[in-house]
Antibody
Framework: QVQLVESGGGLVKSGGSLRLSCAAS????????MNWVRQAPGKGLEWLSF????????YYTDSVKGRFTISRDNTKNSLYLQMDSLRADDTAVYYC?????????WGQGTLVTVTS | DIVLTQSPGTLSLSPGERATLSCRAS???????LAWYQQKPGQAPRLLIY???TRATGIPDRFSGSGSVTDFTLTISRLEPEDFAVYYC?????????FGQGTKVEIK
């Protein structure tokens, strides 16, 4: 069965960096677009970024453009999110999700807390 | 960006009742590129509906989606205890993908 497992979250100071990972299994990872979506505490869902199956196309929402970088390693069935210049409003649970358009599989999320 | 506005914010209903959730887009959602998700506390979202009205794998037929252009509806025909949750719409007509702010369906 499809499984997505995020890791790498934690406590980081404002201005710091963090790299999230998402390990995929149960499907042919290299065939799928992948995404990062986040959810601030008690808030709704915010889509952040996608990367095409061959990593030739990436897209970011404005709030993270220039600070976050999405990447993937199809040989390792892994998706990444490099987060730099972190701010307090980046505090959220970060999910990886599968799909080019809608998201049919999600990980359980990893919590990132940015302190001042 | 396409802004999605969901209403009501909270829906208080009893098991067995019908739930009607609305999602309105700030401009046309092309090609029926609209999805719905369910999220329970402490869990990841789960895909319910895509393409406005196509149920995802394993989703019971009490869930149905309808609408077009800018106005979309998720209907739960008879609420089961496990349906009390937060529901989000999402458009994938354009990038950035955007979600509505959510509708909470709570037990009355």
């Amino acid at each position: 069965q499809v499984q997505l497992v995020e890791s790498g979250g934690g406590l980081v100071k404002s201005g710091g960096s963090l790299r999230l990972s998402c390990a995929a299994s149960g499907f042919n990872f290299g065939d799928y677009y992948m995404n990062w979506v986040r959810q601030a505490p008690g808030k709704g869902l915010e889509w952040l970024s996608f990367i095409s199956s061959g990593a030739t196309t990436v897209y970011y929402t404005d709030s993270v453009k220039g600070r976050f970088t999405i990447s993937r390693d199809n040989t390792k069935n892994s998706l990444y999110l490099q987060m730099d210049s972190l701010r307090a409003d980046d505090t959220a649970v970060y999910y990886c999700a599968r799909g080019p358009h809608y998201f049919d599989s999600w990980g359980q999320g990893t919590l990132v807390t940015v302190t001042s | 960006d396409i802004v999605l506005t969901q209403s009501p914010g909270t829906l208080s209903l009893s098991p067995g009742e019908r739930a009607t959730l609305s999602c309105r887009a700030s401009r046309s959602v092309a090609s029926a590129y609209l999805a719905w998700y369910q999220q329970k506390p402490g869990q990841a979202p789960r895909l319910l509906i895509y393409g406005v009205s196509t149920r995802a794998t394993g989703i019971p037929d009490r869930f149905s989606g309808s609408g077009s252009v800018t106005d979309f509806t998720l209907t739960i025909s008879r609420l089961e205890p496990e349906d009390f949750a937060v529901y989000y719409c999402q458009q994938y007509s354009t990038s950035p993908r955007t979600f509505g702010q959510g509708t909470k369906v709570e037990i009355k």
